[in-house]
């Protein structure tokens, strides 16, 4: 007896379903993710910065500041000459600006009597002998999904924390270690 296949039977419909359903399950959280992903480059290309700008500032022999402009999300890399701050033109210290849909949420240093959080106040220096500002930068994609980067004033390096965390001294322990 012959039959006429005119659709799917029910298991190959299920089998279907079952398929897409595993697809999605895989790829949604990484979609989902691309925020976290902006935000743990943005940390990355500021830790870079920060180092390069260290390491100028010691070979050169020269005051360095690196600058950012909260609002906007950019930050550049400026050197001292006569009684002025100059843009730097390399390309690994020059103007930058934050991956898509990160942002500053705030920026403090030692020198700064709390936090700024817009405006283009904030900078954190670097001196000729290796000494650069304690300063914690927050970033942020939402509400609630902040990394934190402590800069340590002795050695330059820059610790990040996948979370908010305050400026205070056992912060600066932290970054020490």
Do not use: C
Not at 102 to 126: C, N, P, Y
């Amino acid at each position: 007896m012959r039959r006429n296949s005119a659709g799917f039977t029910l298991v190959e419909l299920l089998v279907v379903v079952f398929l897409l359903g595993a697809f999605f399950s895989v790829a949604m959280p990484r979609v989902l993710k691309t925020g976290d992903m902006n935000l743990r480059s943005a940390s990355r290309g500021l830790v870079t910065t920060i180092r390069h700008i260290y390491s100028k500032a010691i070979f050169e022999k020269r005051i360095y500041k690196l600058s950012f402009d909260i609002d906007t999300g950019e930050y550049w890399a400026e050197f001292l000459e006569g009684n002025q701050f100059r843009l730097e033109e390399d390309s690994a210290a020059g103007l930058r600006k934050l991956p898509s849909g990160v942002f500053f949420s705030d920026i403090q240093t030692e020198r700064t009597q709390g936090k700024i959080a817009s405006g283009r106040d904030a900078f954190i220096l670097f001196l000729p002998t290796g000494i650069v500002d304690s300063a914690v930068i927050h970033l942020r994609t939402g509400k609630d999904n902040f990394f934190t980067l402590s800069t340590n004033p002795y050695t330059g390096a820059t610790k990040v924390f996948d979370e908010y965390v305050e400026f205070n001294s056992r912060l600066q322990n932290l970054a020490e270690r």
